[in-house]
């Protein structure tokens, strides 16, 4: 799954938008709505349902780029934190640490970094 997830047009879409650009539904950024959203574990009848106007649309581009921007930041919190207590040697912690991380990462990629990082400890 990693390999196909390219967020970089999302991220710069959503800037475009907070810098004040109003967004328009052409097909690809509909196309690009849909892709996230499914990405990012929003239902796809959600999603459907939010692109069929501009400000729907806009509250959807905020939540995917939220849920990439707040997965990231626990992820890398959560990895820091893993390798402070592996260096320490304290693996039960650093498992609870990704455990933690999986009870509250809906980001399917997120998950799947954690769940790999989380074998890496056995």
């Known amino acids: 799954m990693s390999e196909d ?17 109003t967004l328009v539904l052409t097909p690809d950024v509909r196309e690009l709505l849909l892709r996230t959203a499914r990405e990012v ?14 400000t729907t649309a806009t509250a959807l581009l905020r939540e995917e780029r939220g849920r990439i921007r707040s997965g ?5 919190a959560a990895r820091s934190e893993v390798r402070k207590l ?10 609870k640490v990704m455990e933690d991380l999986l009870a509250v990462e809906v980001v399917p990629l ?12 056995d």
């Open 5 to 21: 997830i390219d967020w970089d047009p999302l991220r710069q879409l959503a800037s475009r938008v907070e810098a004040g650009e």
């Open 41 to 54: 574990a929003i239902p796809d009848a959600d999603a459907q349902a939010d692109i069929q106007d501009s």
């Open 72 to 76: 990231s930041m626990r992820m890398m």
């Open 86 to 95: 592996r260096q320490a040697g304290d693996t039960a912690g650093a498992r």
């Open 110 to 121: 997120y998950r799947e970094l954690a769940e790999i990082a989380l074998e890496d400890l």
